[in-house]
């Protein structure tokens, strides 16, 4: 769909809504509106269809950019045009996004927009964004492969005296290198101990003989995300290492084959979950099973405990489970999964059948 499409169910969707006008200001769904990325732009879409609205900055970018909405660089700010944009659709109710509004820029749109009632939406935008269209799948499969393929370059490299921090630089770099726009998150890289702290910064720690090394990285092509994660042991591994790795395999097998159509999601994160819970390891699974990834590296919809989405046709999920002891390290392995009416399609290639022992 071109973003004129994309407008026009927006539109659609004003009459449920209630609205004379939607204004958006996430960023993520200011692009996937209109096609532009940058750090300010607004895009107001009423009945007569999208006006985008940055400053002079993105003049020349917005022009070659943005499609399917009508273009208005204010002089410096916003309210040098907004407030006339609005009484010209003779707006009386604006949809306004609640989770990207600050407390002070609601204040400021009060202000500005004096008569308008202004309408707090949740999701009106997140709830189409999650159902990938092919193109879009195209583009995820090929941020896909640059991880795997980083996974891959890298691999090697992994031995004692090494540091964390220069494999992370190496897999953005590799990332980069091979076509990525980004990465689609500072990459995740723990050893040894640090290995079981779930949102870990690669830090100066040097790999260890026996070391754990979980690394959860992902690139961006043309905005969207990949997300990874694969764990290997430096040197031979313990009896316990492959007993973990086994039923965190397991688990995340076992979630996959959940992830079909019409699925609930919190059923899905417990059918995986009962996996760990039966091994014993369920306190330390601290985290949700998964999440969508898209133009952001988490959205809708969410494996998780108190999940009330189901999965739909043309959501990309990731499926996620890890199993964190201290002293020993965290194990997690993480796909991109792809929910289609023949079942779950894992996108991902790099090998995970076996820890792999370096
Ligand atoms: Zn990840
Ligand atoms: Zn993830």
Known sequence: MDHEGRIQRVVAKLDD??????????LTNVRYLTGFSGSNG??????????????????????????????????SQLKDELPGLIASLDVGKL??????????????????LEGV???TT???????????????????????????????????????????????LDLEVAMREAGADDVSFEPIVGSGDLSAHIHHTASAREFEK???????????????CSDITRTVV???????????????????????????????????DATARKVIDDAGYGETFAHGLGHGVGLDIH???????????????????????????SDLGGIRIEDDVLVTKEGPVVLNNAPKDRLIEL
Not at 17 to 26: F, Y
Not at 95 to 112: F, I, K
């Open 122 to 168: 949740k999701n009106a935008l997140e709830d189409f964004r999650r159902v990938k269209e092919p193109s879009e799948v195209e583009k995820i499969r090929e941020a896909v492969r640059l991880a795997d393929d980083a996974y891959e370059l890298i691999r090697d490299r992994l031995v004692p005296g090494v540091t964390e921090r220069k494999i992370a």
């Open 117 to 119: 009632e202004l309408v």
């Open 42 to 75: 607004q895009v107001v879409v009423s009945r007569s269809g999208a006006t985008f609205l940055s400053d002079p900055r993105y003049r020349a970018r917005s022009a070659s950019l943005v499609t399917g909405a009508d273009i208005t660089i204010y002089g």
């Open 210 to 224: 026996g070391d754990l090394v979980l690394m959860d990285f992902g690139a961006r092509v043309d905005g969207y």
């Open 17 to 26: 809504l209630e609205l004379d006008a939607l204004l958006i200001t996430n």
């Open 234 to 268: 430096i040197g031979p591994a313990t009896d316990e290492q492959k007993h973990i790795y086994s039923v965190v395999l397991a688990t995340q097998a076992a979630g996959i084959a959940a992830a079909t159509v019409g699925a609930v999601c919190r059923e899905v």
């Open 299 to 325: 959205e809708a919809p969410r494996f998780a405990k108190i999940s009330e989405d189901t999965l739909l046709e043309g959501d990309v999920v990731t499926v996620e489970p890890g199993i964190y002891v």
């Open 95 to 112: 949809g306004v996004e609640a989770a990207s509004l600050t407390v002070a820029e609601r204040d400021d749109l009060v202000e500005m």
